[in-house]
């Protein structure tokens, strides 16, 4: 069977993928990875052939028209404009440099995450087989946000997708216990158990951690698109060491760690580390609450202190809170001393480890990627 994933260009959106990718190797299936071009040295550094669709990451906020800084806006505005831009007409520029490559390679089923529309629009126009991969707990409005990029899709000329998605299998990838109690729009749900990331071949720990000199180490993380702000960085810092404790931090692309200033004892401050090589070592988490990091702090049990930066991430903060799995600091609460009494919290107060202790067993028996897969041929 020939397989298709296809991802809007975000790390986010495709890692989550990549244990149902694994199962489809293992099946022997054919696969290619298609997404924007700041994904491709990602995708090939997964071993994986790629495909280039649509506009980069950067790009696709760079190239929005009017008013450009969102942060103007009102939330409501915020909504419309990146259902129509962001996601809308960016499905369109992924559709039309898909069809051609959909209509000669002929995949038998597309994979696709939850905002990338431009493939299932393909796939319906071809009649191909698709299904929708989740990445992270459901975002209220999900389904009226839906349909605004369903419109804007329609609006530039192509069928409505929203239909057609939201009757094919939805693939959930959270357990019972991270349900933020938002309704899931897709009928057909099939639960699918993540993953904690991939260490990649060679891979060893970085120079310097083995002299990090505190008993207990944290790992602490923006992400790759909300990871510009140096002084969210910095109050975390000072507050992990403050409390006595290890700092591995990465900063992400475009943020140079020298950035941070000159750093206390204890911080490893580097670009990049693969978090499932570093979280074995880890006693807690402090990040953004991407999903990806949630999850793969989940898998191995960690507790977390949440600092959602914008995008989806609240929506990860209320499902941690909601399972009494970590703490949480809103924009503008983000201080040294509001991190190290939240850190001393999550390492003190038992409870926290047993929650997150709770929904790795959850994540462990979810059903295994090569079942899904197997369910959809």
């Known amino acids: 069977m020939r397989i298709l994933f296809a991802s809007w260009p975000a790390h ?3 890692l989550p993928m990549v244990p149902l990718i694994r199962a489809a190797q293992r099946a022997g299936h054919e696969i290619v990875v298609s997404s924007g071009a700041d994904l491709q040295s990602t995708i090939r550094g997964l071993g994986l ?3 280039i669709s649509g ?36 499905a369109v520029n992924r559709a039309n440099d898909l069809l051609p490559f959909v209509r000669d390679w002929r995949p038998d089923l597309i994979v696709h995450d939850t905002l990338e529309l431009g493939s299932p629009a393909v796939a319906e126009s071809c009649g191909i087989q698709h299904v929708t991969h989740g990445y992270g707990p459901t975002v209220p409005g999900t389904e009226m946000f839906a349909g605004l990029i369903g419109r804007a899709i ?26 933020t109690g938002e309704p899931i729009p897709w009928p057909d749900i099939r639960s699918i158990r993540p993953g904690p990331g991939e260490v990649p071949a060679g891979a060893t720990m970085p120079p310097g951690f083995d002299d990090l000199p505190d ?4 790992y602490l993380t923006l992400g790759t698109i909300t990871n510009q702000s140096a002084e969210v ?22 943020f140079d760690p020298s950035e941070l200033g000159e750093l206390p004892r204890g911080v490893l401050a580097l670009p990049f580390v693969p978090q499932a090589l570093l979280l074995p070592h880890c006693r807690a988490v402090v990040s953004h ?10 898998c191995h049990g960690l507790p977390q202190l949440c600092l959602p930066q914008g995008t989806d991430q609240p929506a990860q903060t209320t499902a941690v809170l909601r399972a009494g799995a970590g703490l949480a600091l809103w924009p503008g609460e983000v201080t040294a ?4 009494h939240a850190v001393e919290r999550l390492l003190g107060e038992p409870e926290f480890a047993a929650a997150a202790g709770a929904l790795k067993d959850q994540i462990a028996a979810m059903p295994d990627p090569d079942v899904v897969l197997a369910g959809l041929g």
């Open 12 to 14: 986010g959106h495709l």
């Open 49 to 51: 052939d790629s495909h």
């Open 55 to 90: 506009w980069t990451l950067a790009d696709s906020y760079a190239g929005l028209p009017g008013r450009v800084t969102v942060g103007e806006m009102g939330r409501d505005e915020q909504i419309v404009f990146a259902a129509r831009h962001l996601f809308g007409a960016r």
């Open 154 to 179: 329609a609006a530039q000329g192509l069928d409505d997708p929203i239909p057609a998605v939201l009757a094919a299998p939805y693939l959930e990838v959270c357990p019972a216990g991270l349900a």
């Open 215 to 218: 008993t207990d180490t944290v």
């Open 233 to 254: 960085f910095r109050a975390a810092v000072d507050g992990i060491t403050a409390a006595g404790l290890n700092v591995v931090v990465t900063t992400g692309p475009g």
């Open 289 to 298: 609450a991407g999903a990806g990091t949630m999850f793969g702090a989940l």
């Open 337 to 340: 001393q509001g991190v190290r």
